[in-house]
């Protein structure tokens, strides 16, 4: 008997107990040793739930006892997430994680604290949800050195931004629709701003870089000023408009950013509909690679942190879950106006226009949106380049988006 | 310094040797030491390559060779793939292989052979090229117990059917295109027959289930027999035809089998287009996960033999990579009468007759794919009650094609 405790028991922490239960024998099977939870720590009470018994309030119970092997965090927030955290592991305890937040933000030194006590610190749920994304960057793609990481890391928003692309809604309405659906939150603004897919993108630049960024420094913006007329030149142009974290090398230096994107068709992800996830690596040797399923969820998500939880209990972890990742600092952080990209660029005007547009931008050519409207797609370019090569001819962008090729 | 072998400087083999050499600096930091290639195994010379030197003709000069920790097998087909594995393994010798032939038909023995001289044979370039999933199916996915895996496992046969699809091209005429451009070879047999395609997925049932098939056995239907009305009855129902290998449990026992499926657009697979491959596993507690990318090709592949190599080198690999597999027999494998799926049914004639097929086959309606020709969705059923349903009603099926929901 192996036991465990739970930190948090909402929606990923019941759900965790869930799979635990509904597959303990293959997940003992697996571990060598039946899997018990013997201490659930949360401030309420749960009378009615079959593991009601185990409920604690004091995390010293858990620290102090020598049987608890792992503990499994998943109370969301920074604190005192953070706290317990370096406290298990001082305890000499393994630590599993879904809480992106704490991940993105103490990574650098959990990890450290982590080898300093010789166990792991494990967060496959903290990105993707239960798709099978942190493990196979570190085991698979191995081989390879990362050029880019691309992904749509927040299922609220792509489900909302899938509404208003098959059914014509604005921002708000499909919002509403959202939480009605349970998909968005009464206060959705972590998840429609953008904070959450870049708590997440700076993970996965960690795990590309060995850097972590500051997810509250990076350029991110959300889907809130997404209009019908996004919708409408991605129709034209062939391809969706999806938030996208994406990173990359500039010069040697760690580039990550979260943005709307005219995502073309030919690219994988612009399929990756509705509250899904994609992940798209693009590696030296391997090409790219796309990572798809579920983001969010209770079991989704549970079935990741306890993959973890298998990984370590059934002694085939390794420092390969632990990477010696350096905090960021202006020597390893690159500059946003230095990215390079195709971008899609929108006037108001005539055709006369459009074409001005189109040799300003070095585009192929032009498409007209709608009576008065049309739209180029520019050689790759910085911000700034294609924001002056509208000046130059005297035009004036109503609508500009980055394109993920 | 660590010593490896290199059996077969094919396509994959040379490939291997590239990938360790183009990233031999962050393969030796993830392997605590630079890895070198001593002995390369063919029955060609290599004068012009940097590793020339390196070739030999006989297996005993690198069996014998206790610096030798690691044996890299990319030979090709059964014998004397199969035999030099084997005396490697006896040898105390880890090896790593893209020979699906070899791991298809041999897997429990070779499994059993590794554990017993406690070494690993790994073979994560086997299934899907360079795509993650091997691994992930071992490691992240462990929590979950699986419920199907269905694939696009054969690039060559996807670039021809998203000829077909894209062109209306004919079977023959996208054939030829996929030689020219040296997607299939000049004898596509393997490929376009399907046998390929199961050896993978007897690959993928027995990391599912534990139970290797017979990939000989198991029904294995190619893409020879796709015509522009398949192209035409899937565009009008909305998706693609694929050949899918899939496996699943009937009753507790294994169905694995190769076919022409319809696939529906909301089915993430259906957007796997062109040479690429895609494996949609379906989990208990996961849900959905589709791994996508390169599944064939010299680097790709070459990157997933490496990473085998990076994972065993690190000394991380573990018998997580070794699980014992059973071979299958008449208690462990399902009647392929028995699967029961949804299933797309055309008949020539006239709407009144679409509309006795529709009720014969509890569908929701009917399309018309030309004059004369109407298609309709089934009901889940197995093939004979399909069959019957139709012949009931005194119609005749001119094409079925299983639905991949």
């Given at each position: 008997m192996i036991q465990i405790a739970i930190l948090g028991f909402g929606v990923v922490g019941s759900g965790t107990a869930e799979v635990l239960t509904e597959n303990c024998k293959l997940i003992a099977e697996r571990c060598g040793d039946e899997v018990c939870v013997k201490y659930i720590l949360d401030l309420?009470?749960?009378?009615?739930?079959?593991?009601?018994?185990?409920?604690?309030?004091?995390i010293n119970i858990i620290l102090n006892d020598p049987e608890v092997v792992l503990v499994a965090e998943?109370?969301?927030?920074?604190h005192p997430a953070y706290d317990f955290t370096c406290a298990a592991l001082r305890a000499g305890k393994h630590v599993v994680t879904s809480n992106k937040e704490v991940v993105a933000t103490f990574g650098v030194e959990l990890l450290e604290l982590a080898r300093q006590n010789s166990v792991s610190y494990f967060f496959?749920?903290?990105?993707?949800?239960?798709?099978?994304i942190i493990r196979p960057m570190q085991?698979?793609?191995?081989?390879n050195k990362i050029l880019s990481v691309s992904g749509i890391l927040n299922g609220t928003t792509n489900f909302i931004l899938t509404k208003m692309k098959d059914e014509g809604a604005e921002f708000a309405d499909a919002l509403k629709e959202a939480q009605k659906n349970g998909y968005a939150e009464a206060n959705p603004a972590a998840d429609v701003e953008g904070l959450d897919a870049a708590r997440k993108i700076v993970i996965l630049a960690a795990l590309a870089y060995g850097i972590l960024l500051d997810p509250n420094k990076i350029s991110t913006e959300g889907i809130t000023k997404i209009t019908s007329l996004h919708t409408a030149v991605a129709e034209k142009l062939g391809g969706a408009v999806k938030l996208i974290g994406h990173t990359e090398l500039i010069d040697g230096k760690v580039f990550a950013h979260v943005s709307p994107y005219l995502v073309p068709a030919q690219n994988p992800i612009s399929h990756v509909d509705g509250v899904f996830n994609g992940i798209l690596v693009d590696a030296n040797m391997l090409g790219r690679a796309l990572f798809y399923g579920a983001g969010a969820g209770k079991l989704p998500t549970a079935s990741a942190v306890v993959a973890d939880i298998i990984d370590i209990l059934s002694n085939r972890a390794s420092d390969r879950m632990s990477p010696a990742w350096e905090t960021a600092d202006a020597a390893s952080v690159a500059d946003a106006a230095d990215y390079v990209c195709r971008r899609a660029v929108v006037i108001n005007g005539c055709s006369g226009c459009a074409e001005k547009l189109q040799h300003a931008l070095g585009a192929d050519g032009y498409v007209c949106v709608k009576d008065g409207t049309y739209a180029v797609v520019s050689r790759p370019l910085t911000a700034d380049a294609a924001a002056n090569a509208v000046a130059a001819v005297g035009l004036q962008a109503v609508l500009t988006l980055p394109v993920l090729d």
């Open positions: 309420r009470e749960f009378p009615d739930h079959p593991l009601g018994d185990r409920v604690v309030h004091d998943m109370m969301g927030g920074a496959e749920a903290s990105v993707g949800g239960g798709i099978p085991t698979d793609l191995a081989s």
